[in-house]
């Protein structure tokens, strides 16, 4: 091959670009692999956290659009405070690659990380050390309680799961599937679980509470949960199979939107069945999720404030900095999406196009 060639040197420079550009005057984003993860910042840089302090979001993963709001209103947050945001996560959900990228962020001596964690164990460790030389790290979204980490910002995903299996039994009341007060349904309906990533604390928290609560008020046959390591194409796979495969399957629960990222046209069979009569519940009120209920291929839509997790955690790491106390945990509120609803939330909800 020759190098010379024009095209050649364009898609060059276009990998460049993709893997550490970043636009003159916007927070800087980036996505593994890292730099040399032993060039420590100089002695003058630091002298610059003083003046201008970086605090850096690790999202589990950048090719997730749910945590857009996150990254918008932090950096809005980060604006108005006078702090440096730094966008910097792997590209897709990688727990190794999240440890290497908070020892990179701690070696760069940046002032804050907030950070949602893939694993909240293998984590640990990582957290642990930042605090200890003095860069102070919060997580949003996913916890790790065990860690020394200075608060959580995020969603009483507990109380999410609990939203989520009390919006099924409504459905199921109003399409006459409850069994009279009393008796004894002659079949439990069958339900299955939809999640992202096994270790991920958040959505195992959701699961715990949705299988608690719906326990209480039904007779439900759970199948194996199924995890798509939060991959839309692997939800899309998992969900056709387990359609295809269960021809009484009544219910999915989804931890995660996941599935409504992807374009109609590829679930086919999940669609299939939802006009046969299957009911689905998800957490996450996107816009593509919104636009999949709007056309009936979801039910039950249960959503997270992202908005406020991006803004509330900048606000916090820039008190914490400023040696203030900070809470432990904040929990940013849910929402309930409605039939009669759906519409206003769709209007006041971003789309964010995915390319």
């Known amino acids: 091959m020759n190098a010379s060639k024009p095209g050649v040197a364009l898609a060059a420079a276009a990998a460049l670009l993709l893997l550490f550009g970043c636009s003159a005057g916007r927070p800087s984003e980036r996505a593994a692999p890292l730099p040399p993860m032993d060039k420590a910042r100089s002695g003058s840089e630091k002298a610059d956290v003083a003046v201008e302090p970086t605090i850096s979001i690790v999202p589990k993963s950048l090719d997730n659009p749910i945590f857009l709001d996150a990254k918008e209103a932090a950096q809005r947050e980060g604006k108005k405070l006078g702090v440096h945001i730094d966008w910097v996560g792997p590209f897709s959900t990688d727990t190794r690659r999240q440890i290497e990228i908070v020892r990179w962020l701690i070696k760069r001596h940046v002032a804050g990380i907030l950070i949602s964690c893939n694993n909240p164990i293998a984590l640990e460790p990582a957290i642990d050390e930042g605090i200890a030389a003095g860069v102070k790290i919060a997580t949003f979204d996913s916890d790790s309680p065990d860690s020394k980490r200075l608060f959580y910002v995020g969603t009483d995903n507990s109380a999410l799961g609990s ?183 769709l209007r006041k909800t971003k789309n964010y196009e995915i390319r």
């Open 163 to 345: 939203a989520a299996a009390s919006t099924l039994v409504g459905i199921l009341r109003a399409r006459h599937l409850l069994p009279a007060p009393g008796t004894v349904p002659e079949h439990p309906l069958t339900a299955v679980i939809v999640s992202g990533r096994r270790e991920a604390y958040n959505l195992d928290e959701r699961i715990s509470a949705f299988k608690s609560t719906a326990s209480r008020q039904l007779d439900l046959r759970f199948l194996p949960t199924l995890y798509s390591n939060d991959s839309i194409s692997r939800t899309i796979d998992l969900t056709g199979q387990i359609t295809d495969s269960h021809p009484h399957l009544s219910i999915i629960f989804f931890t995660g939107g996941w599935l409504f990222y992807a374009p109609i046209e590829s679930m086919k069979g999940y669609a299939a069945w939802i006009r046969s009569g299957g009911i689905a519940v998800t957490i996450d009120a996107t816009y593509p999720v919104l636009t999949a209920a709007k056309r009936g291929l979801v039910q039950g839509v249960i959503g997270q404030n992202f908005r406020q997790m991006g803004r509330i955690g900048v606000e916090m790491l820039y008190r914490a900095i400023r040696g203030e106390q900070v809470p432990k945990l904040i929990y940013t509120g849910i929402s309930k999406v409605t039939k009669g609803d759906l519409a206003s939330f």
